[in-house]
T-cell receptor, first 112, second 114 residues
Framework: QKEVEQNSGPLSVPEGAIASLNCTYS??????FFWYRQYSGKSPELIMF????GDKEDGRFTAQLNKASQYVSLLIRDSQPSDSATYLC????????????FGTGTRLTIIP | ETGVTQTPRHLVMGMTNKKSLKCEQH?????MYWYKQSAKKPLELMFV???????ENNSVPSRFSPECPNSSHLFLHLHTLQPEDSALYLC?????????????FGSGTRLTVV
């Protein structure tokens, strides 16, 4: 079983719509959850992190965490063509173990 | 310079060459990492240095040799590589002891082994 699973996509969303990206993880001891955006040929860029159950909003981005279901998601409202990228979910497992485990990423395309 | 800088951006090397990748972080972080990113695979953690001590080595072949002379600099020495080692090599840094702290990545080195 993969530690962090994401649908690889591609996920196509019309401009202006809500893009919904999902991630599941296997380790119940996971403490912190991160979303990175990676443009083609570029390095990953941290856009959101969440550690408490519920929603966390930052501008057009909302991260949602449900530890009971071992599920984390990222919503992008009012999607723009510049949001087209691969989105990586990452999980930090224990206090003291600083390793981030990444999913394979979901490729998102916003259609003008 | 700010953030995490990696050099070179691109590298083409023969299987018998020796080269080094360099990473420097300007964030005052105390941990540094090497990741390998191949097409259609998750980021693969190669090495972790915390407070200049190597704390993790994920069964990486000995043709990859890391070096961390201080908390700001990280090197990856390469020798007798194979074509399957062609990938994007990413350096990252973080501040340990804070659960909600993610990594800051450098721009990466695109390595092609011919």
């Amino acid at each position: 079983q993969k530690e962090v699973e994401q649908n690889s996509g591609p996920l196509s969303v019309p401009e202006g719509a809500i893009a919904s990206l999902n991630c599941t993880y296997s380790d119940r001891g996971s403490q912190s959850f991160f979303w990175y955006r990676q443009y083609s040929g570029k390095s990953p860029e941290l856009i959101m992190f969440i550690y408490s159950n519920g929603d966390k909003e930052d501008g057009r981005f909302t991260a949602q965490l449900n530890k009971a279901s071992q599920y984390v998601s990222l919503l992008i409202r009012d999607s723009q063509p510049s949001d087209s990228a691969t989105y990586l979910c990452a999980v930090k497992q224990y206090f003291g173990n600083e390793k981030l485990t990444f999913g394979t990423g979901t490729r998102l395309t916003i259609i003008p | 310079e700010t953030g995490v800088t990696q050099t070179p951006r691109h590298l083409v090397m023969g299987m018998t060459n020796k080269k080094s990748l360099k990473c420097e972080q300007h964030l005052g972080h105390n941990a540094m990492y090497w990741y390998k990113q191949s097409a259609k695979k998750p980021l693969e953690l190669m090495f972790v240095y915390s407070l200049e001590e190597r704390v993790e080595n994920n069964s990486v072949p000995s043709r990859f040799s890391p070096e961390c002379p201080n908390s700001s600099h990280l090197f990856l020495h390469l020798h007798t590589l194979q074509p399957e080692d062609s990938a994007l090599y990413l350096c990252a840094s973080s501040q340990t002891g804070t659960a909600n702290y993610g990594y800051t990545f450098g721009s990466g080195t695109r390595l092609t082994v011919v």
